[in-house]
């Protein structure tokens, strides 16, 4: 799994291809349609949807003789649940830091009253 | 487009793609002081450091440049240790190493600031270099193995470029 996660960053590294995919969150697109907005070549614009078509992140359709290119959003949604996980064990982290501060002065000397207390 | 629609006091994650490196941003209610001697005295981050259901044992903690440190975090039978070397210990930043004793090829590069905002309000900036993304990407998903993958899937928050 961390092999296709590793695939997924690097192929969300490029700022094209970060387009590419939120452009088709709107729906599929042909290769032409997806080039018109770039000033670059569809050869290149192709290399990059390779790129996404690898890390799964895309594919194409069999059926129509556009082959549009189709997003695999489950992917996507894979990293932002991994990536999400990660950051709320953060947060429960430092909610608990939270509370070791509110004993503190402002020096970062335990409270006089607190140590008392405990 | 965030990754999350909590207060913008939350803990926020950034996985560098072109480094492989883990940021992590955190605003406390707090002084930069507070925030280094929570990071540096063994009985304090012992309280925080969890997970909630663990328990965290200190074996030795040398809060200087140079100095060691080790802890040991159990769960009935189970026992898993970490150990590192802290590198600088400054007023408004820290530098130490981490690693897993269950994975001791695998050291990450810990690099916190504490960035005064006034108000007595702190933002911690914490940064986590490894060797590899694969490396990288083991650290993100180790916390999926254990969990369920509950629906937090948020297609918005990937495509708000600088976030992935």
């Keep these: 799994m961390a092999d296709q996660l590793s695939a997924v960053f690097a192929a969300l590294a490029d700022p094209t291809r970060r387009d590419l995919v939120a452009r088709l969150t709107l729906g599929d697109a042909t290769v032409n349609d ?17 790129v996404l078509q690898s890390a799964g992140l895309v594919s194409k359709g069999r059926r129509a003789q556009t082959r549009p290119v189709h997003l695999e959003a489950e992917v996507l949604d894979l990293m932002t649940a991994w990536i999400e996980r990660y950051r709320r064990q953060a947060e429960e982290r430092y909610r608990r830091l939270d509370a070791v501060l509110a004993d503190l002065d402002d020096a970062g000397e335990p409270h006089p009253a607190e140590e008392e207390a405990s | ?27 406390f209610r707090a002084t930069p002081a507070q925030l280094l001697r929570a990071h540096t005295d063994p009985e304090l981050y012992a309280r925080w450091v969890g997970p909630a259901d663990l328990t965290t044992r200190i074996d030795y903690w040398d809060a200087r440049r140079g100095g060691r440190w080790r802890f040991t975090q159990t769960r009935g039978t189970d026992e898993f240790g970490f150990y590192g070397s802290f590198h600088e210990i400054a007023d408004d930043h820290l530098v130490q190493t981490f690693t897993w004793e269950g994975m001791p090829d695998g050291v990450s590069l810990e690099t916190i600031r504490f960035v005064d905002l006034g108000d007595g309000r702190t933002r911690l900036e914490a940064q ?37």
């Design chain 2, 128 to 164: 986590s270099l490894v060797d590899s993304f694969e490396s990288r990407d083991a650290w993100l998903s180790m916390g999926m193995q254990e969990g369920v993958q509950d629906g937090y899937a948020k297609l918005d928050a990937l495509l708000a470029a600088q976030e992935v």
């Design chain 1, 34 to 50: 997806l080039a018109a907005p770039y000033d670059i070549s569809l050869q290149a614009v192709s290399k990059h949807l390779k």
């Design chain 2, 1 to 27: 487009m965030t990754t999350d629609t909590t207060s913008s006091t939350q803990a926020r994650i950034v996985a560098d793609p072109t480094l492989p490196v883990i940021r992590i941003t955190r605003e």
